[in-house]
């Protein structure tokens, strides 16, 4: 049975879904997240997302994104393990990824 507890929550309040989907977490479940943004599109490859289950709240799955299609992406747990999940039956988090020097200095180069 797929029932969204969330999902008139979050349709009534959405200026900032990271917060308030946080906020019903496991305190576990946040641990890892720390440092991630939730996302609803625009996946990449190679993107490290956290994949929590819509109906349970609970994290499923850890990994990085190995191909994207229509309705499904396809992702890397581990070094033996691929998984291909439908994205719309989760809420999914994207690590943020950090700026160093020569991002910003070749995004300065791009601009002039």
Same mark, same amino acid.
């Given at each position: 049975?797929? !029932?969204? @507890?969330?999902? +008139?929550?979050?349709? #009534? #309040? +959405?200026?900032?879904?990271?917060?308030?989907? +946080?906020?019903?977490?496991?305190?576990?479940?946040?641990?890892?997240?720390?440092?991630?943004?939730? *996302?609803?599109?625009?996946? %990449? &490859?190679?993107?490290? =997302? %956290?994949?929590?289950?819509?109906?349970?709240?609970? =994290?499923?799955?850890?990994?990085? &994104?190995?191909? &994207?299609?229509?309705?499904? *992406?396809?992702?890397? !747990?581990?070094?033996?393990?691929?998984?291909?999940?439908? @994205?719309?039956?989760?809420?999914? %988090?994207?690590?943020?990824?950090?700026?160093?020097?020569?991002?910003?200095?070749?995004? =300065?180069?791009?601009?002039?």
């Amino acid at each position: 049975m797929n !029932i969204e @507890p969330l999902k +008139s929550y979050l349709n #009534n #309040n +959405s200026h900032n879904k990271t917060k308030l989907i +946080s906020d019903f977490l496991n305190k576990d479940i946040l641990i890892k997240l720390k440092n991630s943004e939730y *996302i609803e599109g625009d996946f %990449f &490859i190679n993107d490290r =997302l %956290f994949f929590i289950k819509k109906n349970t709240l609970e =994290l499923e799955y850890v990994g990085n &994104i190995t191909y &994207i299609q229509k309705d499904k *992406i396809g992702i890397q !747990i581990n070094k033996y393990r691929n998984v291909c999940v439908c @994205p719309g039956d989760y809420y999914i %988090f994207r690590k943020q990824k950090k700026i160093t020097k020569r991002d910003i200095m070749e995004e =300065l180069l791009d601009k002039l």
